[in-house]
């Protein structure tokens, strides 16, 4: 079965949802670079305040950051078995040190889920979760961020690309990201 795994889509496809049961269906580690983030944020580290206003703000952290704390991650022993990452690889600079970090383990990635929204089902789902970077502007702000580094990663991983309908029931989308990964193993 696959198990290295990234979730990819637009803010409010549900990819948090998504990640946690995923990654407890699969038995493996969910990474979420937006709540590792938010952690460093409310435990007021240095991390957490170099990263803060880039999340208040909508816009990408910068990648050397991203990639330092990512890089940390996946050595931990816990991940080399696999894992589901949420939110990263958020440009293909990102991807490309992902590759990067993979292959010196001698690993690669499995598969890319690609979780498919309507745009204006989007917006109402963000409006009603109610974040603090939930507001109409910065919704427009990671909107547009999405569109102009994130979407060209759909390209970049055709190959190993998985497309599922994000709409829907909670269960009943998760049951069709395991059906489509196990059709692939
Ligand atoms: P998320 O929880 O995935 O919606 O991410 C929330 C915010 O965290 C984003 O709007 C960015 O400011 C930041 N962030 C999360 N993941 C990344 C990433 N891979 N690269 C840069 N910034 C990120």
Do not use: C, W
């Amino acid at each position: 079965m696959t198990n290295r795994l990234v979730l990819v889509g637009p803010p409010g496809a549900g990819k948090g949802t998504q990640a946690a049961r995923l990654s407890e269906e699969l038995g493996i580690p969910h990474i979420s670079t937006g709540d590792l983030f938010r952690a460093h944020i409310a435990q007021e580290t240095e991390l957490g305040r170099q990263v803060k206003e880039y999340l208040d703000s909508g816009q990408l952290v910068p990648d050397e950051v991203t990639n330092a704390m990512v890089r940390e991650r996946l050595a931990s022993p816990e991940t080399a078995e696999g894992f589901l990452l949420d939110g990263f690889p958020r440009n293909v600079g990102q991807a490309e040190e992902l590759a990067k970090m993979l292959s010196e383990a001698d690993q690669e990635l499995d598969a890319v889920v690609e979780l498919k929204v309507d745009e204006e089902e989007l917006v109402q789902r963000l409006l009603a979760r109610g974040r603090n970077d939930d507001t109409e502007d910065v919704i427009r702000r990671r909107q547009q961020v999405y569109r102009d580094e994130t979407a060209p990663l759909l390209e970049y991983y055709a190959d190993r690309l998985v497309t599922i309908d994000g709409q829907g029931d909670i269960a009943e989308v998760t049951a069709r990201v395991l059906d489509a990964l196990k059709q692939r193993s």
